[in-house]
Nanobody, 123 residues
């Protein structure tokens, strides 16, 4: 089992920044690719960003490319999502997740999920 706990969400004005953190416990963190997903109000959950086990590769949704940065610190068992130039359409519940798959964009292949954290961007 892997337990994931997100932090760092909140309310921010458009154009502002937030950094989400996801702390992992349980099994060896470095064995898992990590992803961030989000669920906007009234919509399906969607892929945001992902990072491979050793930070060798990152992946982003087109909607956040150039504004969001995913990173991880395997020594601290933590993955981060730095969100800059936030827009109202970034408002959502953000989830971190862990997977043993190399197909990091596929939500259904993630094994463990955090409880989610609210990010609200006001216009």
């Amino acid at each position: 089992q892997v337990q994931l706990v997100e932090s760092g969400g909140g309310l921010v004005q458009a154009g502002g920044s937030l950094r989400l953190s996801c702390a992992a416990s349980g099994r060896t963190f470095s064995n898992y690719g990590m992803g961030w997903f989000r669920q906007p109000p009234g919509k399906e959950r969607e892929f945001v960003a992902a990072i491979t086990r050793t930070s060798g590769s990152t992946h982003y949704a087109d909607s956040v490319k150039g504004r969001f940065t995913i990173s991880r610190d395997n020594a601290k068992n933590t993955v981060y999502l730095q969100m800059n130039s936030l827009k109202p359409e970034d408002t959502a519940v953000y989830y971190c997740a862990a997977t043993t798959s190399v197909l990091l964009r596929l939500e259904r292949l993630y094994d463990y999920w955090g409880q989610g954290i609210q990010v609200t961007v006001s216009s």
